[in-house]
C-alpha cells in the first residue's frame, strides 16, 4: 500500500512524529509531504535542512513541497491513505472549509475525490478554542478519521489539544477499512 505522510508545522511534535514516520516506512511505501513552511523555517526544535534531511532518510525520497506536486494525486489515485501528522489548526481550518492553498491541503483535497481515507493527528494549542468548531466539522464528514487526542497541558495550556501519536499505526489499520478508531477523546 502507498500512504501519504504530510507533516505541518507543529514542530514542538516533530520529535515524537518522526519515530512514527520509521515504523509506517517499514510496512507501507510512504510519500512524505510537509507543508511550505518546513523547507524554510529553523526552530528551536531543529532547522528546515535537519527535517528535511530526516523525512528523506527515513522514506527513501525527498518530501513533496508544493501544490504542483501533489496535485495529481487524486487523477492518478496515487494514495491508498493519507496521514497528516502533525495536522495544525490552521491545516484543521483549510480542511474544513475546503481550502486548498498549500501543498498538504492540496494533498488531502485531492485524495478525497477518490474516497479514501485522510487521518489527522491533531497538534493545536486552540483545540478546545476555535479549532473545536474545524474538528467538529471534520469529524462528522465522510472519509475523514482522527488519531485519538487529548489534553496535554490542561493547566498550563488549557485548550490545547495533541494526538497520541503511537495511535497513528491503528488508527490507519482502522481508517484503511473506513473506521474510526476507538475512543477518539483521551
Do not use: W
Not at 5 to 26: D, H, M, N
Not at 135 to 159: E, M, S
Amino acid at each position: 500500500m502507498t500512504i501519504g505522510f504530510a507533516l505541518t508545522g507543529s514542530y514542538c511534535t516533530f520529535s515524537k512524529v518522526f519515530p512514527i514516520l520509521e515504523q509506517l516506512a517499514r510496512e507501507y511505501d510512504i510519500v512524505p509531504i510537509v507543508s511550505e513552511s518546513i523547507p524554510v523555517t529553523n526552530t528551536r526544535f531543529g532547522t528546515a535542512q535537519s527535517h528535511l534531511q530526516r523525512i528523506t532518510d527515513i522514506c527513501g525520497k525527498a518530501p513533496l513541497t508544493s501544490i504542483v506536486q501533489v496535485e495529481p494525486f487524486g487523477p492518478k489515485k496515487r494514495l491508498d491513505a493519507l496521514v497528516i501528522a502533525p495536522c495544525t489548526g490552521n491545516t484543521l481550518a483549510k480542511l474544513s472549509h475546503g481550502i486548498a492553498d498549500t501543498s498538504v491541503s492540496m494533498a488531502a483535497k485531492s485524495h478525497l475525490r477518490n474516497g479514501r481515507p485522510v487521518l489527522l493527528a491533531v497538534s493545536t494549542n486552540d483545540g478546545l478554542a476555535a479549532a473545536a468548531e474545524n474538528i467538529g466539522r471534520l469529524i462528522n464528514r465522510k472519509h475523514y478519521y482522527f488519531v485519538p487526542f487529548g489534553q496535554d497541558a490542561p493547566k498550563g495550556k488549557p485548550t490545547s489539544l495533541v494526538a497520541d501519536f503511537c495511535q497513528i499505526p491503528a488508527a490507519l489499520k482502522y481508517a484503511l477499512q473506513e473506521q474510526q478508531i476507538q475512543p477518539v477523546l483521551l
